[in-house]
């Protein structure tokens, strides 16, 4: 096991809703960094954490939004729900930033359905 | 065109076989190179790093072609248990940019 953890496990919301997704990075690792991946496809790089500050960001709209926190720890926040953000949402840490080459280790991931 | 390419597949190995497959890049200043497998309904779990000069662990080959942009798997001497989705993954700055990756059967 990679030592990061998510909750919850799954999620059902309304199209509207908000929603939080947590992640408990590897012990040592100081950053952090959200992916959506829907059925069939590819993880999308939704942001980064790199010690409590976003780090790089995605193509994805504001109301994707995140946290880190001084454990290095990070929520996902996502507000005004639509149906095509059901996904599995995976949150992965890295020693230091993950473009520096260094390799992420990922949690089991959310999945989340909006209906 | 996608910034990352993988063939989808599926491909399916007898099991013992050696399989390679391939992942194309577009940004030549990509730097770090890496696969990953992901099973099922499952999170994606570190294969190997890809180096300059390629490496191997065990029965898993990854090569870097920096002139055609492409990064390659082998895998000899499959097993059942190497079925799974392989995602090819090419750092662009500060993030990682992933394929849809190829999707392996190994039959037996």
């Known amino acids: 096991e990679t030592g990061v953890t998510q909750s919850p496990t799954h999620l059902i919301k309304t199209r509207g809703q908000q929603v939080t997704l947590r992640c408990s990075s590897q012990?040592?690792?100081?950053?952090v960094s959200w992916y959506q991946q829907a059925l069939g496809q590819g993880p999308q790089f939704i942001f980064q954490?790199?010690?409590?500050?976003?780090?790089g960001r995605g193509n994805f709209p504001p109301r994707f939004s995140g946290l880190q926190f001084p454990n290095y720890s990070s929520e996902l926040n996502v507000n005004a729900l639509e149906l095509d953000d059901s996904a599995l949402y995976l949150c992965?840490?890295?020693?230091?930033?993950?473009?520096?080459?260094?390799?992420?280790?990922f949690g089991p991931g959310t999945r989340l359905t909006v209906t | 065109r996608k910034e990352v390419e993988q063939d989808p597949g599926p491909f399916n190995v007898p099991e013992g076989a050696t399989v390679a497959f391939n992942c194309t890049y577009s940004?030549?200043?990509?730097?770090?190179f890496f696969w990953y497998r992901q099973d099922c309904r499952k999170e994606p779990k570190l294969l190997m790093s890809?180096?300059?000069?390629?490496n191997e662990d065990g029965r898993f080959t990854a090569q870097l072609n920096r002139a055609s942009q492409y990064i390659s798997l082998l895998i000899r001497d499959s097993k059942l248990s190497d079925s799974a989705t392989y995602l090819c993954?090419?750092?662009?700055?500060?993030?990682?940019?992933w394929g849809a990756g190829t999707k392996l059967i190994i039959k037996p």
């Open positions: 992965a840490s890295s020693l230091e930033l993950a473009g520096a080459g260094h390799e992420q280790y």
């Open positions: 890809v180096y300059s000069s390629g």
């Open positions: 012990s040592g690792h100081n950053t």
């Open positions: 940004n030549s200043a990509s730097q770090s």
């Open positions: 993954v090419v750092e662009r700055g500060y993030q990682l940019i």
């Open positions: 954490y790199y010690r409590e500050e976003e780090n």
